[in-house]
């Protein structure tokens, strides 16, 4: 399972959420210029759309520790303030010989909730300037495409598929253009990888447009699994790894 900042809240912080992760005035101006430089307003972001300075300073810790800028929507809601000290009781309950059990927390349960997930991570990594929006964009295009072209009914594998492709894959891309930069750099010549910015790049080739090893993803994580699914050869549960697992519509609640 998903331990330490990756998943973005801690115990710690669902008592106090700023007290790991100091974030100052300051840093919360200066993600707010880069919202207003990428979106041409004054505007800030919409309250549904706006990540908890908590959300902030979780991802910039990601990146602090190498790690790649994937978070867990079964926490990265909107409003996430709200909902740290629901998430802790959600966390555990009483067994029955007075012990607290964990409990498993899930994830959206359609698309539509994913979409507000999507935002409020979207909005953060514009914030603090570790992605361009034309690479977020892509990758929620693509995530209605695939939906769309394969059907709801598979909406748990293709959530799996992108818990994925942002806590592995991410990397593995990140990786592969580290590589592809040094040996550019070594012949004289230049790439698309920029080290100061080096998840940009790894977002653009998420959805595998023009890039071979991730369309092989899809393919393997979700499209060639959905064929099978909705030729009736298989049926989900036989695909599913059990770690990213979803709500139900009647359970989400206030997200």
Not at 71 to 99: C, M, N, Y
Not at 112 to 121: G, K, L, M, N, Q
Not at 137 to 147: A, I, P, T
Request: some cysteine; proline content about 7%.
């Amino acid at each position: 399972g998903l331990v330490g900042s990756e998943m973005c809240i801690r115990d710690s912080e669902q008592t106090d959420p700023r007290l790991d992760h100091p974030y100052s005035v300051e840093k919360h101006v200066a993600a707010l210029a880069n919202y207003h430089q990428t979106y041409g307003t004054k505007s800030d972001p919409p309250k549904d759309q706006a990540p908890s300075k908590n959300q902030l300073a979780c991802l910039s810790q990601l990146i602090e520790e190498g790690l790649p800028p994937a978070v867990v929507f079964a926490l990265w809601r909107p409003h996430s303030d709200r909902l740290i000290k629901t998430q802790k009781l959600r966390g555990s309950i009483l067994g029955s010989g007075g012990e607290l059990v964990p409990i498993e927390i899930v994830g959206p349960c359609d698309i539509r909730v994913w979409d507000r997930s999507w935002a409020v991570f979207k909005t953060a990594l514009i914030m603090l300037g570790l992605v361009d929006l034309g690479p977020l964009e892509q990758d929620q295009r693509n995530m209605h495409r695939l939906l769309e072209q394969y059907g709801a009914d598979n909406w748990i594998l293709l959530y799996q598929a992108d818990c994925r492709a942002r806590h592995e894959f991410l990397l593995d891309i990140q990786v592969d253009l580290l590589r592809e930069h040094q040996a550019a750099t070594a012949a004289g010549t230049t790439s698309p990888y920029d080290p100061a910015r080096p998840w940009n790049e790894a977002f653009n080739r998420l959805t595998g447009e023009g890039h071979h090893p991730s369309v092989n993803f899809w393919y393997r994580e979700f499209t060639e699994p959905a064929i099978t699914i909705n030729s009736r050869a298989n049926r989900i549960p036989y695909f599913l790894g059990g770690e990213s697992p979803i709500a139900s519509n009647q359970n989400m609640g206030e997200a």
